[in-house]
Protein backbone atom coordinates (compact mmCIF):
# COMPACT_ATOMS: atom_id res chain seq x y z
CA UNK A 1 0.00 0.00 0.00
CA UNK A 2 1.37 3.12 -1.07
CA UNK A 3 1.31 5.58 1.75
CA UNK A 4 0.41 9.68 1.30
CA UNK A 5 2.61 12.37 2.39
CA UNK A 6 3.16 13.82 5.03
CA UNK A 7 1.69 17.64 6.42
CA UNK A 8 -1.00 17.47 4.13
CA UNK A 9 -3.41 20.04 4.96
CA UNK A 10 -6.96 18.77 4.55
CA UNK A 11 -10.09 20.82 3.90
CA UNK A 12 -13.60 19.68 5.46
CA UNK A 13 -16.61 20.44 3.75
CA UNK A 14 -19.87 20.06 5.30
CA UNK A 15 -22.50 21.47 2.86
CA UNK A 16 -26.45 20.69 3.15
CA UNK A 17 -26.94 19.91 -0.33
CA UNK A 18 -24.72 18.40 -3.39
CA UNK A 19 -24.36 21.84 -5.48
CA UNK A 20 -22.61 23.87 -2.39
CA UNK A 21 -19.98 20.74 -2.21
CA UNK A 22 -19.53 20.81 -5.70
CA UNK A 23 -19.01 24.28 -5.63
CA UNK A 24 -17.11 24.45 -2.19
CA UNK A 25 -14.34 21.44 -4.20
CA UNK A 26 -13.91 24.03 -6.85
CA UNK A 27 -13.48 26.94 -4.09
CA UNK A 28 -10.76 24.95 -2.52
CA UNK A 29 -8.47 25.78 -5.57
CA UNK A 30 -4.62 25.07 -3.92
CA UNK A 31 -5.64 26.10 -0.40
CA UNK A 32 -5.48 22.24 0.29
CA UNK A 33 -3.67 19.11 -0.68
CA UNK A 34 -7.03 16.92 0.42
CA UNK A 35 -10.66 17.52 1.08
CA UNK A 36 -12.90 15.59 3.20
CA UNK A 37 -16.33 15.53 2.14
CA UNK A 38 -18.84 15.13 5.12
CA UNK A 39 -21.86 12.91 3.75
CA UNK A 40 -23.50 12.83 6.74
CA UNK A 41 -24.19 16.41 6.38
CA UNK A 42 -26.28 15.75 3.27
CA UNK A 43 -29.96 14.13 2.88
CA UNK A 44 -28.56 10.11 1.75
CA UNK A 45 -31.04 10.21 -0.44
CA UNK A 46 -29.45 12.65 -2.68
CA UNK A 47 -25.68 10.64 -2.72
CA UNK A 48 -25.85 8.70 -5.67
CA UNK A 49 -23.07 7.02 -7.15
CA UNK A 50 -23.40 9.73 -9.87
CA UNK A 51 -23.05 12.35 -7.57
CA UNK A 52 -20.56 10.38 -5.72
CA UNK A 53 -18.19 9.63 -8.72
CA UNK A 54 -18.95 13.43 -9.95
CA UNK A 55 -17.09 14.83 -7.23
CA UNK A 56 -14.20 12.17 -7.13
CA UNK A 57 -13.87 13.66 -10.83
CA UNK A 58 -14.25 17.38 -10.62
CA UNK A 59 -11.27 17.36 -7.44
CA UNK A 60 -7.65 18.00 -8.76
CA UNK A 61 -6.75 16.48 -4.93
CA UNK A 62 -7.69 13.60 -3.05
CA UNK A 63 -10.86 12.91 -1.43
CA UNK A 64 -11.88 11.36 1.68
CA UNK A 65 -15.41 10.13 2.01
CA UNK A 66 -16.97 10.44 5.73
CA UNK A 67 -19.86 9.32 6.45
CA UNK A 68 -20.31 9.63 10.42
CA UNK A 69 -23.23 8.47 12.43
CA UNK A 70 -24.53 10.76 15.26
CA UNK A 71 -23.38 8.58 18.55
CA UNK A 72 -19.75 9.26 16.95
CA UNK A 73 -19.90 12.89 16.73
CA UNK A 74 -22.02 12.95 13.09
CA UNK A 75 -25.26 14.51 11.59
CA UNK A 76 -26.20 10.82 10.17
CA UNK A 77 -29.46 9.11 12.83
CA UNK A 78 -30.48 6.38 9.86
CA UNK A 79 -29.53 2.36 10.68
CA UNK A 80 -26.36 0.58 10.69
CA UNK A 81 -27.65 -1.36 7.24
CA UNK A 82 -28.23 1.92 5.42
CA UNK A 83 -24.93 3.11 6.42
CA UNK A 84 -23.18 0.27 5.40
CA UNK A 85 -25.07 0.49 2.05
CA UNK A 86 -23.80 4.43 1.60
CA UNK A 87 -20.15 2.66 2.24
CA UNK A 88 -20.56 0.76 -0.83
CA UNK A 89 -21.52 3.32 -2.65
CA UNK A 90 -18.59 5.40 -1.28
CA UNK A 91 -16.30 2.64 -2.26
CA UNK A 92 -17.54 1.95 -5.71
CA UNK A 93 -16.80 6.02 -6.39
CA UNK A 94 -13.08 5.15 -5.79
CA UNK A 95 -12.41 8.32 -3.44
CA UNK A 96 -8.75 8.34 -2.44
CA UNK A 97 -10.07 7.90 1.53
CA UNK A 98 -13.21 6.11 2.99
CA UNK A 99 -13.60 6.68 6.75
CA UNK A 100 -14.96 4.16 8.89
CA UNK A 101 -15.84 4.53 12.14
CA UNK A 102 -14.80 1.40 14.40
CA UNK A 103 -17.97 0.98 16.50
CA UNK A 104 -19.57 0.58 13.05
CA UNK A 105 -16.83 -1.50 11.80
CA UNK A 106 -17.37 -3.91 14.43
CA UNK A 107 -21.02 -4.38 14.65
CA UNK A 108 -21.87 -4.16 10.88
CA UNK A 109 -18.60 -5.43 9.52
CA UNK A 110 -17.72 -8.11 12.29
CA UNK A 111 -14.31 -6.06 11.95
CA UNK A 112 -14.01 -7.25 8.18
CA UNK A 113 -13.23 -4.74 5.86
CA UNK A 114 -12.63 -7.16 2.81
CA UNK A 115 -16.27 -5.84 1.29
CA UNK A 116 -15.23 -2.24 1.32
CA UNK A 117 -11.28 -3.09 -0.33
CA UNK A 118 -11.04 -1.39 -3.94
CA UNK A 119 -7.68 -1.70 -5.39
CA UNK A 120 -7.76 2.68 -5.55
CA UNK A 121 -8.91 3.60 -2.51
CA UNK A 122 -7.75 3.02 1.13
CA UNK A 123 -9.31 2.51 4.13
CA UNK A 124 -9.49 5.01 7.21
CA UNK A 125 -10.98 3.16 10.84
CA UNK A 126 -11.59 6.19 13.00
CA UNK A 127 -12.01 6.53 16.71
CA UNK A 128 -14.02 9.59 17.98
CA UNK A 129 -14.39 10.75 21.57
CA UNK A 130 -15.93 14.28 22.24
CA UNK A 131 -15.98 13.81 26.26
CA UNK A 132 -12.60 13.56 27.17
CA UNK A 133 -9.04 11.59 25.94
CA UNK A 134 -9.29 8.12 27.58
CA UNK A 135 -6.56 6.90 29.51
CA UNK A 136 -6.02 3.58 27.70
CA UNK A 137 -5.00 5.92 24.16
CA UNK A 138 -2.61 2.88 23.10
CA UNK A 139 -5.58 0.23 23.65
CA UNK A 140 -7.56 2.14 21.67
CA UNK A 141 -4.98 2.51 19.08
CA UNK A 142 -4.73 -1.43 19.36
CA UNK A 143 -8.13 -1.78 18.72
CA UNK A 144 -8.05 0.30 15.48
CA UNK A 145 -5.18 -1.96 14.32
CA UNK A 146 -6.50 -5.00 14.27
CA UNK A 147 -9.30 -4.92 11.89
CA UNK A 148 -6.13 -4.10 9.46
CA UNK A 149 -7.21 -0.90 8.20
CA UNK A 150 -4.89 1.67 5.88
CA UNK A 151 -4.70 4.01 8.07
CA UNK A 152 -5.70 4.33 12.03
CA UNK A 153 -7.70 7.39 13.34
CA UNK A 154 -8.01 9.09 16.68
CA UNK A 155 -9.68 12.02 17.86
CA UNK A 156 -10.31 13.04 21.25
CA UNK A 157 -11.57 15.93 23.70
CA UNK A 158 -8.55 17.14 25.46
CA UNK A 159 -9.36 19.11 29.16
CA UNK A 160 -5.36 19.15 30.26
CA UNK A 161 -2.21 19.90 28.24
CA UNK A 162 -0.89 16.39 29.07
CA UNK A 163 -4.19 15.21 27.25
CA UNK A 164 -1.93 16.46 23.88
CA UNK A 165 1.04 14.84 24.92
CA UNK A 166 -0.44 11.46 25.06
CA UNK A 167 -1.67 11.45 22.03
CA UNK A 168 1.38 12.69 20.44
CA UNK A 169 3.60 9.84 21.86
CA UNK A 170 0.51 7.55 20.16
CA UNK A 171 1.46 9.08 16.54
CA UNK A 172 5.31 8.47 17.46
CA UNK A 173 4.31 4.98 18.41
CA UNK A 174 2.04 4.57 15.22
CA UNK A 175 5.28 6.10 12.91
CA UNK A 176 7.78 3.94 14.60
CA UNK A 177 5.83 0.92 13.43
CA UNK A 178 5.56 2.32 9.85
CA UNK A 179 1.91 2.75 10.49
CA UNK A 180 -0.07 5.82 8.82
CA UNK A 181 -2.34 7.57 11.39
CA UNK A 182 -4.33 10.43 11.78
CA UNK A 183 -4.36 11.69 15.47
CA UNK A 184 -5.21 14.78 17.17
CA UNK A 185 -6.80 16.43 19.99
CA UNK A 186 -10.20 18.69 20.16
CA UNK A 187 -11.05 22.13 21.34
CA UNK A 188 -8.57 24.96 22.36
CA UNK A 189 -6.63 23.16 24.29
CA UNK A 190 -5.79 20.38 21.63
CA UNK A 191 -5.00 22.93 19.26
CA UNK A 192 -1.34 22.76 19.36
CA UNK A 193 -1.60 19.04 17.97
CA UNK A 194 -3.12 20.02 14.62
CA UNK A 195 0.41 21.63 14.22
CA UNK A 196 2.33 19.28 16.31
CA UNK A 197 1.33 16.15 15.00
CA UNK A 198 2.21 16.23 11.20
CA UNK A 199 5.60 17.30 12.66
CA UNK A 200 6.12 13.82 14.56
CA UNK A 201 4.34 12.01 11.08
CA UNK A 202 0.83 12.14 11.60
CA UNK A 203 -0.72 11.89 7.85
CA UNK A 204 -2.72 15.23 7.78
CA UNK A 205 -4.46 18.02 9.51
CA UNK A 206 -8.25 19.01 9.26
CA UNK A 207 -9.17 22.72 8.59
CA UNK A 208 -12.09 24.30 8.11
CA UNK A 209 -12.26 26.44 4.39
CA UNK A 210 -14.44 28.94 6.11
CA UNK A 211 -14.84 30.13 9.45
CA UNK A 212 -18.40 28.66 10.82
CA UNK A 213 -17.93 25.53 8.87
CA UNK A 214 -15.33 23.45 11.18
CA UNK A 215 -16.64 20.03 11.87
CA UNK A 216 -14.70 19.58 14.92
CA UNK A 217 -14.23 21.40 18.19
CA UNK A 218 -11.69 23.47 18.00
CA UNK A 219 -11.08 22.90 14.62
CA UNK A 220 -9.50 25.93 12.99
CA UNK A 221 -9.23 27.16 9.22
CA UNK A 222 -7.07 25.96 6.76
CA UNK A 223 -6.03 29.60 5.81
CA UNK A 224 -5.10 29.96 9.13
CA UNK A 225 -3.18 26.75 9.19
CA UNK A 226 -1.34 27.26 6.45
CA UNK A 227 -1.07 31.33 6.71
CA UNK A 228 -0.12 31.81 10.41
CA UNK A 229 1.36 28.48 11.05
CA UNK A 230 3.06 27.19 7.73
CA UNK A 231 1.93 24.02 8.50
CA UNK A 232 2.92 22.57 4.76
CA UNK A 233 6.64 23.81 6.19
CA UNK A 234 6.66 21.93 10.01
CA UNK A 235 9.32 19.09 10.02
CA UNK A 236 11.69 17.72 12.34
CA UNK A 237 13.45 20.05 12.71
CA UNK A 238 10.90 23.29 13.39
CA UNK A 239 11.78 24.84 16.96
CA UNK A 240 8.40 25.27 18.73
CA UNK A 241 7.62 28.44 20.93
CA UNK A 242 3.76 29.74 22.16
CA UNK A 243 2.27 31.22 24.55
CA UNK A 244 1.33 29.89 27.77
CA UNK A 245 -2.02 30.11 29.82
CA UNK A 246 -5.46 30.46 30.57
CA UNK A 247 -7.06 32.06 28.08
CA UNK A 248 -5.02 32.22 25.10
CA UNK A 249 -7.78 32.39 22.24
CA UNK A 250 -7.43 35.71 21.65
CA UNK A 251 -3.53 36.35 22.05
CA UNK A 252 -2.17 38.89 19.49
CA UNK A 253 1.10 37.13 19.76
CA UNK A 254 0.61 34.06 17.43
CA UNK A 255 0.38 36.52 14.96
CA UNK A 256 3.25 38.71 15.66
CA UNK A 257 6.07 36.28 16.44
CA UNK A 258 4.69 33.54 13.30
CA UNK A 259 4.86 36.29 11.03
CA UNK A 260 8.56 37.31 12.21
CA UNK A 261 10.08 34.22 12.46
CA UNK A 262 8.51 34.05 8.86
CA UNK A 263 10.57 37.24 7.68
CA UNK A 264 14.01 36.53 9.33
CA UNK A 265 13.92 32.65 7.77
CA UNK A 266 13.63 30.94 10.99
CA UNK A 267 12.40 27.17 11.29
CA UNK A 268 10.41 28.52 14.07
CA UNK A 269 6.18 28.09 15.12
CA UNK A 270 4.58 29.68 17.77
CA UNK A 271 1.47 28.05 19.44
CA UNK A 272 -1.25 29.23 21.61
CA UNK A 273 -1.37 27.10 24.67
CA UNK A 274 -4.39 26.95 26.93
CA UNK A 275 -3.43 25.74 30.48
CA UNK A 276 -5.77 25.54 32.99
CA UNK A 277 -3.26 23.93 35.59
CA UNK A 278 0.44 24.28 35.37
CA UNK A 279 1.45 21.20 37.16
CA UNK A 280 -0.08 19.02 34.31
CA UNK A 281 1.69 20.87 32.19
CA UNK A 282 5.58 21.67 34.09
CA UNK A 283 6.52 18.01 32.98
CA UNK A 284 6.44 19.45 29.36
CA UNK A 285 8.19 22.53 29.78
CA UNK A 286 11.39 21.57 28.18
CA UNK A 287 9.71 20.38 25.13
CA UNK A 288 9.48 23.87 23.72
CA UNK A 289 12.23 26.19 22.90
CA UNK A 290 10.55 29.37 24.49
CA UNK A 291 7.51 30.60 25.97
CA UNK A 292 5.52 33.38 26.61
CA UNK A 293 3.92 33.46 29.60
CA UNK A 294 0.49 34.98 30.60
CA UNK A 295 -2.08 35.21 33.26
CA UNK A 296 -2.47 33.32 35.27
CA UNK A 297 0.99 31.51 35.57
CA UNK A 298 3.31 34.66 35.34
CA UNK A 299 4.29 33.88 39.26
CA UNK A 300 3.32 29.64 39.01
CA UNK A 301 5.95 28.70 36.51
CA UNK A 302 8.65 30.41 38.51
CA UNK A 303 8.36 26.43 40.54
CA UNK A 304 9.61 24.63 36.71
CA UNK A 305 12.45 27.04 35.62
CA UNK A 306 16.12 26.47 36.33
CA UNK A 307 17.39 29.73 36.46
CA UNK A 308 15.61 33.45 37.21
CA UNK A 309 16.68 36.09 35.68
CA UNK A 310 17.14 39.56 37.97
CA UNK A 311 14.16 40.79 36.20
CA UNK A 312 12.11 38.11 37.41
CA UNK A 313 13.93 38.31 41.17
CA UNK A 314 12.75 42.05 41.46
CA UNK A 315 9.15 41.64 40.30
CA UNK A 316 8.02 38.14 41.62
CA UNK A 317 7.18 36.93 38.07
CA UNK A 318 7.83 35.83 34.79
CA UNK A 319 6.51 36.35 30.81
CA UNK A 320 9.23 34.93 29.13
CA UNK A 321 11.10 31.31 29.17
CA UNK A 322 14.18 30.85 27.10
CA UNK A 323 15.88 27.10 26.59
CA UNK A 324 19.45 27.44 27.93
CA UNK A 325 22.50 24.87 27.71
CA UNK A 326 22.14 25.31 31.71
CA UNK A 327 18.31 24.24 31.49
CA UNK A 328 15.21 26.89 31.39
CA UNK A 329 15.85 30.46 32.43
CA UNK A 330 12.92 32.97 33.16
CA UNK A 331 12.92 36.21 32.24
CA UNK A 332 10.34 39.71 32.39
CA UNK A 333 10.36 41.50 29.45
CA UNK A 334 8.07 43.93 30.65
CA UNK A 335 10.40 46.04 32.23
CA UNK A 336 12.05 46.16 28.58
CA UNK A 337 9.17 47.06 27.34
CA UNK A 338 8.36 49.75 29.66
CA UNK A 339 11.85 51.06 29.50
CA UNK A 340 11.50 51.78 25.13
CA UNK A 341 8.22 52.99 26.11
CA UNK A 342 9.19 55.49 28.17
CA UNK A 343 12.54 56.16 26.57
CA UNK A 344 11.47 60.03 25.64
CA UNK A 345 10.64 60.87 29.56
CA UNK A 346 13.43 59.23 31.21
CA UNK A 347 16.21 60.70 28.74
CA UNK A 348 14.45 64.39 29.05
CA UNK A 349 14.89 63.68 33.13
CA UNK A 350 11.61 63.51 34.67
CA UNK A 351 11.73 63.64 38.18
CA UNK A 352 8.00 63.21 39.29
CA UNK A 353 5.58 60.34 38.66
CA UNK A 354 1.94 59.49 39.66
CA UNK A 355 1.75 55.70 39.10
CA UNK A 356 -2.42 54.25 39.23
CA UNK A 357 -2.19 50.43 40.54
CA UNK A 358 -0.34 48.10 42.39
CA UNK A 359 -0.79 44.96 40.75
CA UNK A 360 1.92 43.01 38.23
CA UNK A 361 1.88 45.65 35.72
CA UNK A 362 2.81 48.70 38.52
CA UNK A 363 5.33 46.18 39.67
CA UNK A 364 7.39 46.17 36.53
CA UNK A 365 7.09 49.74 36.28
CA UNK A 366 7.97 50.36 39.77
CA UNK A 367 11.56 48.77 39.09
CA UNK A 368 11.68 50.80 35.31
CA UNK A 369 10.84 54.03 37.42
CA UNK A 370 13.32 52.93 40.40
CA UNK A 371 16.04 52.36 38.53
CA UNK A 372 15.27 56.16 36.97
CA UNK A 373 15.82 57.47 40.19
CA UNK A 374 11.97 59.19 40.04
CA UNK A 375 10.06 60.26 42.57
CA UNK A 376 6.80 58.10 42.44
CA UNK A 377 3.81 58.22 44.15
CA UNK A 378 1.44 55.35 44.14
CA UNK A 379 -2.41 55.57 43.94
CA UNK A 380 -4.61 52.77 44.46
CA UNK A 381 -8.29 52.22 45.43
CA UNK A 382 -6.81 49.92 48.37
CA UNK A 383 -4.67 52.02 51.02
CA UNK A 384 -2.81 48.71 52.78
CA UNK A 385 -1.72 47.66 49.59
CA UNK A 386 -0.59 51.05 47.69
CA UNK A 387 1.47 51.28 51.52
CA UNK A 388 2.94 48.02 51.19
CA UNK A 389 3.90 48.54 47.64
CA UNK A 390 5.28 51.86 48.08
CA UNK A 391 7.17 50.93 51.08
CA UNK A 392 8.65 47.78 48.86
CA UNK A 393 9.86 50.24 46.30
CA UNK A 394 10.94 53.24 48.47
CA UNK A 395 7.60 55.03 46.75
CA UNK A 396 4.93 57.40 48.67
CA UNK A 397 1.36 56.02 48.21
CA UNK A 398 -2.11 57.79 48.40
CA UNK A 399 -5.48 56.87 47.49
CA UNK A 400 -6.44 56.86 43.82
CA UNK A 401 -9.57 59.03 44.83
CA UNK A 402 -6.91 61.81 45.61
CA UNK A 403 -5.57 61.84 42.84
CA UNK A 404 -6.13 65.50 41.77
CA UNK A 405 -3.88 66.52 44.93
CA UNK A 406 -1.23 64.85 43.06
CA UNK A 407 0.80 66.68 40.22
CA UNK A 408 3.92 65.11 38.38
CA UNK A 409 5.95 65.32 35.02
CA UNK A 410 4.61 62.01 34.37
CA UNK A 411 1.31 59.59 34.99
CA UNK A 412 1.17 56.05 34.08
CA UNK A 413 -1.78 54.11 34.40
CA UNK A 414 -1.08 50.47 35.51
CA UNK A 415 -4.64 49.50 35.98
CA UNK A 416 -6.79 47.75 33.20
CA UNK A 417 -9.21 50.86 33.54
CA UNK A 418 -10.12 52.05 29.75
CA UNK A 419 -9.67 48.55 28.26
CA UNK A 420 -11.97 47.09 25.61
CA UNK A 421 -14.68 46.13 26.06
CA UNK A 422 -14.62 48.78 28.71
CA UNK A 423 -13.09 51.42 26.33
CA UNK A 424 -15.42 54.35 27.45
CA UNK A 425 -13.68 54.04 31.34
CA UNK A 426 -10.89 56.30 32.41
CA UNK A 427 -8.88 55.94 36.09
CA UNK A 428 -8.76 60.07 36.10
CA UNK A 429 -11.22 62.82 34.86
CA UNK A 430 -10.35 64.82 31.86
CA UNK A 431 -9.97 68.19 34.16
CA UNK A 432 -7.50 66.54 36.34
CA UNK A 433 -4.79 65.69 33.40
CA UNK A 434 -2.54 67.91 33.65
CA UNK A 435 0.98 65.97 33.30
CA UNK A 436 3.59 66.21 30.46
CA UNK A 437 3.29 62.67 29.92
CA UNK A 438 0.89 60.06 30.05
CA UNK A 439 1.30 57.09 29.80
CA UNK A 440 -1.37 54.30 29.52
CA UNK A 441 -0.35 50.46 29.26
CA UNK A 442 -3.76 49.57 27.79
CA UNK A 443 -3.08 48.71 24.18
CA UNK A 444 -6.54 47.57 23.38
CA UNK A 445 -7.92 50.05 21.72
CA UNK A 446 -5.13 51.77 20.33
CA UNK A 447 -6.13 55.30 21.77
CA UNK A 448 -7.79 54.75 25.42
CA UNK A 449 -10.23 57.58 26.32
CA UNK A 450 -7.40 58.48 28.86
CA UNK A 451 -4.93 59.08 26.25
CA UNK A 452 -7.61 60.97 24.07
CA UNK A 453 -8.79 63.23 27.05
CA UNK A 454 -4.96 64.29 27.84
CA UNK A 455 -3.59 64.72 24.21
CA UNK A 456 -4.72 68.49 24.51
CA UNK A 457 -2.18 68.88 27.09
CA UNK A 458 0.22 66.22 27.81
CA UNK A 459 2.33 64.20 25.89
CA UNK A 460 0.96 60.54 25.34
CA UNK A 461 2.36 56.96 25.54
CA UNK A 462 0.25 54.14 24.50
CA UNK A 463 0.74 50.63 25.49
CA UNK A 464 1.60 49.56 22.12
CA UNK A 465 4.85 50.78 22.73
CA UNK A 466 5.72 48.66 25.45
CA UNK A 467 3.96 45.49 24.24
CA UNK A 468 6.15 46.16 20.96
CA UNK A 469 9.04 46.44 23.09
CA UNK A 470 8.72 43.50 25.51
CA UNK A 471 7.27 41.16 22.11
CA UNK A 472 10.73 42.29 20.56
CA UNK A 473 12.94 41.71 23.79
CA UNK A 474 11.12 37.77 23.73
CA UNK A 475 12.07 37.04 20.27
CA UNK A 476 15.64 38.30 20.55
CA UNK A 477 16.39 36.31 23.46
CA UNK A 478 14.67 33.61 22.18
CA UNK A 479 16.74 34.06 18.49
CA UNK A 480 20.00 35.92 19.05
CA UNK A 481 18.82 37.89 15.97
CA UNK A 482 16.90 41.46 15.79
CA UNK A 483 13.21 41.78 15.91
CA UNK A 484 11.72 43.17 13.11
CA UNK A 485 9.87 45.73 15.41
CA UNK A 486 8.45 47.67 12.32
CA UNK A 487 6.33 44.31 11.07
CA UNK A 488 5.18 43.50 14.68
CA UNK A 489 3.62 47.30 15.60
CA UNK A 490 2.28 47.14 11.87
CA UNK A 491 0.67 43.56 12.57
CA UNK A 492 -0.65 44.76 15.85
CA UNK A 493 -2.11 47.93 14.49
CA UNK A 494 -3.87 46.02 11.52
CA UNK A 495 -5.67 43.98 13.66
CA UNK A 496 -6.89 45.85 16.10
CA UNK A 497 -8.04 48.95 13.73
CA UNK A 498 -10.03 46.18 11.43
CA UNK A 499 -12.28 45.43 14.56
CA UNK A 500 -14.79 47.88 15.61
CA UNK A 501 -14.42 46.54 19.30
CA UNK A 502 -11.04 44.25 19.30
CA UNK A 503 -10.39 41.52 21.65
CA UNK A 504 -7.30 40.45 23.37
CA UNK A 505 -5.74 37.96 25.86
CA UNK A 506 -8.26 38.34 29.17
CA UNK A 507 -9.47 41.06 30.52
CA UNK A 508 -7.66 41.11 33.72
CA UNK A 509 -3.99 43.26 33.17
CA UNK A 510 -3.40 45.52 30.75
CA UNK A 511 -0.73 43.79 28.97
CA UNK A 512 -1.13 40.10 28.60
CA UNK A 513 1.97 38.53 26.64
Not at 3 to 29: D, F, M, Y
Not at 127 to 148: A, D, K, M
Not at 400 to 425: C, E, F, I, K, Y
Request: proline share 6%.
Amino acid sequence: MASAPHNWLCGSIREAEPAQVTAAIRKAGELVNCLEIRLDYLDPKSLSSEVLCGWVAESRVPLIFTFRKRENGGEFSGSTNLQLELWDRMADARPAFVDLEIETVEAGLHGDLSRLRRPSTQIIVSYHNFQETPENLEGIYRRLVSVQPDVVKLAAQAHRFSDNKRMLDVIAKARAEGRPIIALTMGETGLCTRILGPRLGALLTYGSLEEGKETAPGQISVHELEALYGLSAVDRDTRIYGVLGNPVGHSLSPHIHNPAFRLKGLNCRYLPLLVRELDDFGPYLRDFEGLSVTIPHKSGILRFVDERDWTVQHTGAANTVVRKAGGMVAYNTDLDGIREALAEPLAKGIESVVMLGCGGAARAAACVLRESGCKVTVLARDPSKAGRFADEFGFRSDLQQNAPRHRADLLVNATPVGMAPHSDATPIPQENLRYSYVFDMVYNPLETRLLREARPHSTVISGLDMFIGQAARQFELWTGVEAPRDLMRRIVVQRLTSQAEPRQVGTSEPFPS
